[in-house]
């Protein structure tokens, strides 16, 4: 009995390993400017320069697609690279990763890069336009295909981050 308890024990320290899982919510960050790397919860880091800064800033109430208030976004304020304003975080392969975003701009979408571990690109994920208060995010979501660390950065101009998840 003691043998199969240290098991259960021992598999269930384990399966809490096999996953990457975690998110950043821009609600859960003060409000400032971003000028060197700084890393969060989870492993997500927050890539920036002196040049190329990320800011957190307050916004008007936008809404997840499931109904959740974001008063707060981290602005991307340009295109991007892994370098810098761009946002990077682990997963594992077959997870979900799920982000809710939009376009600065109130009249162009402008595509979310994701890199995978690889360097590569996994997917181009639009973000909508910046509406009205009250406007509902954008939301994309990809399955990961390798374990390792992602990052994620706009292609074109600005782009507002307010959640970036990884669930089984």
Do not use: W
Not at 36 to 63: Q, S, W
Not at 80 to 89: D, E
Request: glycine share 10%; hydrophobic share 35%.
């Amino acid at each position: 009995m003691k043998k199969l308890v240290t098991f259960i024990a021992a598999c269930l320290m384990l399966g809490t390993f096999a996953f990457a899982e975690g998110y950043i919510c821009a609600n859960d960050l003060e409000p400032g400017e971003i000028t060197a790397d700084k890393e969060e919860e989870d492993g997500f880091v927050l890539h920036a320069t002196a040049e190329k800064n990320l800011t957190i800033e307050n916004k008007p109430v936008h809404k997840s697609p499931a109904g959740e208030d974001y008063t707060v976004a981290i602005k991307l304020n340009g295109s991007g690279k892994p370098a810098f304003r761009s946002i990077s975080f682990p997963a594992k392969k077959g997870e979900t990763i799920v982000i809710h975003g939009n376009s600065g701009s109130k009249t162009e979408a402008r595509p979310l890069v994701l890199i995978g571990p690889d360097g590569k690109t996994v997917k181009e994920l639009p973000m909508n336009v910046d509406g009205q208060a009250g406007t509902v995010a954008s939301e994309g979501k990809v399955k990961a295909p390798a374990d390792g660390t992602y990052t994620v950065f706009s292609k074109k101009s600005g782009i507002n981050i307010y959640y970036i998840g990884v669930t089984k």
